[in-house]
């Protein structure tokens, strides 16, 4: 192995192993642990930051610099580096790097490896949300859940024309149908929330954190749990005559909830519409009968006629 490759490799073996010892790192490249050492010392005056440990416990990792140096990626790695960029959820003001970014990457793999890339331009992304977060909502409320930071947002709730500003604790950051959603707890709340980042139109950290209950366990099926039965005007209960199975694969978990019953299942969700309660079960095409409330069995009645008389 030449002298430029051998280094090649030991920045490798930093980032895959950060704190392994010059008797470790010396053994996998297959020198002298003195030849190990002369390298990382020819790499810190290449200006690669490799901090040092003595004793039994000791090692080297690459710390933090002010430049990032050159990422040392496998050929499955720059694969799922490529896959990420070609599907990842839509941001507004991102776009653009993810197209550069890959190009970039394209360019400087070596050859054997294109051809993988090249399979991969023909993944398409999931059609985007005609509602997408802008970069400066996304960027900081991902830094505020990460440094358990609160923030304070401004957010417009469904069918306002303002937003207002809440004061919240973050927790982690969701994406569920391709929309990104924030689960945080509001100041002086006893109970977290989901809020939709494409209704956020500002956010200011607060430099501090806010008390809050102890956290969902599960981030996503919690986001998931609270859009289908969130606070809403009705609640709907509906049996539906076929396996849950079946109607779990039409069925949006974030939507509705399907409870196995005997030979059938029953459908469990809120809403504030009872006429778009009634639309989407019929755009189900299934045998259902509903269990509550009464007056969506009005709705379905009126869509019936309604549909009667048009067509």
């Known amino acids: 192995m030449s002298t430029t490759n051998r280094r090649l490799e030991t920045l490798a073996l930093l980032q895959a192993h950060p704190g392994i010892s010059a008797a470790r790192l010396a053994a996998r490249l297959g020198v002298t642990e003195r030849t190990a050492r002369r390298d990382v010392a020819q790499l810190r005056e290449l200006g690669y930051r490799i901090e040092g440990e003595a004793g039994r416990a000791g090692g080297y990792r690459l710390a933090a610099g002010h430049a990032m140096p ?31 970014a890959l190009a970039k990457l ?28 802008d970069r400066d909502v996304l960027i900081p409320v991902a ?29 982690r950051l969701v994406t569920l149908r ?51 039965h969130g606070p809403r005007r009705h609640r709907v209960r ?22 196995d019953d005997g030979d059938g299942c029953e459908l469990h969700l809120g809403t504030d519409d009872l006429d778009w309660a009634a639309r989407w079960l019929v755009h189900l095409d299934l045998d259902v009968d509903v269990l509550e409330p009464d007056a969506l069995n009005d709705r379905l009645r009126a869509l019936g006629r309604w549909l009667l008389d048009r067509y």
């Open 70 to 100: 050159p990422l040392l990626l496998d050929a499955d790695e720059v694969a799922a580096v490529a896959l990420g960029l070609r599907t990842a959820v839509a941001v507004d003001g991102l776009d653009t790097a993810a197209t550069t």
């Open 106 to 133: 394209t360019q400087v793999v070596p050859a054997r490896w294109r051809a993988r890339l090249a399979a991969l331009a023909d993944v398409r992304a999931p059609a985007r949300a005609h509602r997408r977060p």
């Open 143 to 171: 830094l505020a859940c990460r440094a358990g930071e609160a923030v304070r947002i401004r957010h417009r709730r469904p069918h306002a024309a303002l937003a207002e500003p809440v004061d919240v604790q973050p927790h």
């Open 178 to 228: 391709r929309r990104w959603y924030l689960v945080a707890c509001p100041r002086g709340a006893d109970r977290w929330a989901v809020y939709a980042l494409d209704r956020v139109e500002g956010v200011q950290p607060l430099g501090t954190r806010l008390p809050a209950p102890e956290p969902p366990a599960d981030a996503a099926a919690f986001a998931t749990e609270r859009l289908a």
């Open 238 to 259: 509906v049996r539906v005559h076929t396996s849950g199975d079946l109607v779990r694969e039409m069925v949006d978990p974030a939507v509705a909830t399907v409870v």
